[in-house]
Every structure is written in C-alpha cells, then in structure tokens.
C-alpha cells in the first residue's frame, strides 16, 4: 500500500517536472474545496410532534417523553400570530402594524367631519413601504375614495399621481359634500391605493375600509394603518354548492343591511324649502349639486334641474334651471314659487330631476329625488318641517339615486 501510493507521488512530480497541467475533473475539484464535511439525517416534521399515547399505535412512548435533543418549538400566542390586537369599534387606537399586510405598506391620513356644513373632509397625507409594482422596483401610486354601499363614478375622489416611488407624500385635501348623519350612521369610506400605469390598466396595490360613525362630529381623527388586500370571491362556476350557498347568503345579508330598494347613488343635491304665509305659496330653492355622475365622454356633465309638483293636472308646475357647462358640482342658485294653500300643499309632492344637456339628441338623466308624504327618510322629514313651521328657510342635503320613487309618479321626458 505504501508503495503503491509512494510510486502515485513521484507520477504526479514526474508530470509537474516536465510541464504537463494537472488536470481535476468537477467532481473532484467541490470534494477537495467545498466539501460540506459528514452529512447528518434531516430531521422529520414528526419528531417535533410525537405521537400521543403509549403502545405501538401511539409510537410506543408517551407525550412527556419527547426526545431531549430537540429544541421545543417556540410557537407564538394567536395575537402575535395575527399582528396586534384588532381595536374594538369605535376605539380610538388606529395605528397597528401586522407582518401579513406590512408588504402592502401603510397609509397615513385624516378625517374630518363637519356636520354645519354636512361635508367630509380626507386629507391624504403620505404613504411608506408600499408594494413594489413595477419593473425598476417602484410604483407611481395614487389613493382613491368611494362611499360604500352605493360606490359609483359619482362619489369618486382621486389624489394626483406620484412618479417611481414606495413612499409618496400627498398631502392633499378631497372632500365630500352633502353628508348627512344618516350617512354618518351607515356608510363606509374605502381608500384604495393603486398604482398608474399608462401601458395597461392601472394595479391595484391595497385597501383601507372606514366606518364613518366612528367619527365625531367636528373633531379630526389621525389614522396610520396598515393596507389590506381584499380577496374576491371566486366565480360561480368555479364554487362548490356550499360556497355557492354560503356568497348568495352574504349578498341577501349585505342588502338586507342596506335597505330594501336600494338604487344607485348619482350624486347630492342641497334643497331650500320654504312655505310664505304672506304670499300663500312654497318657494323651492336650487342652491347647487355635488359628486354627480358623469355623462359625457369627457368625464363631466352638463347638468340643470327642473322640478314639477306632482299632480300636476294642467301641466304648469315645470320649473328649469340654467345649464351648468363641463362641472359635477353646479351652483345654481335660483328661486321657483308654487302659489299654493298650506293644506292644499300636503297633499302635494315635490319631484326633483337632474339632467345632462345634449346638442342634437336627447338629454339624459342623471338622478332624482321626491319631497312628500309618500317619501322616505330625510326627504320625508325635510318635507313635513317645511309644512309644520312656515315662514322658516330649510336647507338640506339629498341623494340623487337613478330612479324616482314610485309616490313621485312617472318620470318627465327627456325632451320636456
């Protein structure tokens, strides 16, 4: 043996001394360099977890009795597991970090009611460690709101766009008018964060979801929290029977909360009514609209307003404001008289349409909302305080939806 390894060495001198390359195949060159040193047996899920129970179903050993080499695993409480403690509804805590959303990165911004002038105020202010969108490791991301239930084109606000960064600064102030408390009672404002891209659709990078009675009236709330992602359901094809079931219960659920009859939200009107004893007649204020819906492939409007009093049996209760050219947010400000007895007038409903003019065709029609004894809600209220205290200018906030309620009668044409 030795000698057959002494005659190996001189071989290999023998080649170095006359000039020859050694020569190392690959296999031979990560044994001599990399070698990874003796290879140990890898552990097995099923020694961190021993089977409970004495005898030869159970293992044949008993819980207690887990091996001493290994290292108990250290497993978190369920809080730590899902980020910190969701708050209550309601509380004042609205900062919170959790390792499942922190990727999406986080949102800061303010919310302010005012309940004199009925308008919300959002200032959005910056954004930090948000998902990478696009190929150079960046995003350009802008924020949106909607209103829900009810989200449409009408009760849309967007930031401006912020170009290749993962924490933008936004600083800006979008606001909504025409919040009621009713409003303040049920609806939720989604902020979604998205990422522009002018090549393709834009992407959507998070979401935040806030109730707006968790607001105080007059008193601004700081928000610094966490994006989410919402997961959509699956389509129904692709459902089993139970989940099928189970997103059919959910949608009965969620417009049940929302009331019966539920239409689609076209924007706000603010309405002045008021009954003079001295003229023996009610005088119908059109101060302005907000958020309306957007008819024109400009993405604007030409809105103007006209009012009947319903019945109108000889056709002479048509009132129209002027067009408003290019805007969602009119001002109108102008003034109808209805001669009419108080007792008379109870009897009477107010019908109220908002319309977008077109040249050479049709106009179509953006919402409407009726005032009387058949309506609901705040129209319903608005209406019988103007009744019980005359002489009194009542200024309030209605939504526009895209039908008329049935007390309202049918609808003008679009030609009137």
């Not at 009514?273 to 492939?297: E, T």
């Not at 309506?375 to 009744?387: F, P």
């Amino acid at each position: 043996m030795a000698s057959a390894l002494s005659k190996a060495q001189g071989a290999c001198c023998m080649r170095a001394r006359r000039g020859d390359r050694m020569t190392i195949n690959i296999q031979e060159h990560m044994a001599i360099n990399v070698c990874p040193g003796p290879i140990r047996p890898i552990r097995q899920i099923s020694d961190y977890f021993p089977r409970l129970g004495p005898g030869p179903e159970g293992g044949g050993r008993d819980f207690r009795e887990a091996p001493a080499r290994l290292a108990p695993l250290a497993l978190a409480p369920p809080a730590a597991l899902l980020g910190a403690t969701t708050p209550e509804d309601g509380a004042e805590v609205d900062s919170y970090d959790s390792d499942d959303t922190t990727a999406l990165g986080m949102l800061e911004f303010d919310l302010l009611y005012d309940q004199a002038s009925c308008t919300l105020h959002c200032s959005i202010l910056r954004a930090k460690g948000l998902k990478p969108m696009d190929f150079n490791g960046l995003a350009d991301p802008y924020v949106k709101l909607h209103l829900l239930p009810g989200a449409c084109k009408a009760n849309k606000l967007k930031t401006k766009t912020q170009r290749n960064t993962l924490n933008p600064v936004w600083n800006e102030d979008l606001t909504y008018s025409g919040i009621t408390d009713q409003d303040i009672t049920h609806k939720v404002l989604r902020i979604s964060v998205c990422d522009e891209d002018k090549l393709s659709h834009n992407e959507f990078i998070g979401e935040i979801r806030v109730p707006l009675r968790r607001l105080k009236p007059s008193q601004k709330k700081h928000f610094n929290i966490c994006l989410e992602r919402q997961v959509p359901l699956a389509s129904p094809s692709s459902m089993s029977a139970a989940l099928r079931g189970i997103s059919c219960y959910l949608k009965e659920l969620e417009q049940a909360e929302q009331g019966p009859g539920l239409l689609e939200e076209r924007g706000r009107i603010l309405l002045s009514l008021s009954y003079s004893s001295r003229r023996r007649g009610l005088l119908v204020g059109i101060v302005r609209c907000a958020h309306l819906a957007a008819m024109d492939v400009n993405g604007y409007s030409d809105p103007y307003v006209k009012t009947y009093l319903r019945p109108d049996v000889d056709k002479k209760s048509k009132h129209k404001t002027c067009v408003k050219k290019k805007t969602l947010n009119p001002e109108f400000n102008e003034d109808f008289f209805y001669e009419m007895e108080l007792s008379t007038l109870a009897t009477k409903t107010l019908e109220v349409t908002v319309w977008d003019y077109d040249i050479g065709k049709s106009n179509d029609f953006i919402g409407g909302v009726s005032l009387g004894p058949g309506a609901r809600g705040e129209a319903r209220k608005h209406w019988s305080d103007c009744l019980q205290q005359p002489d009194a200018a009542l200024e309030r906030w209605h939504t526009l939806t895209s039908e008329l309620p049935p007390a309202a009668g049918a609808l003008p044409s679009a030609s009137a």
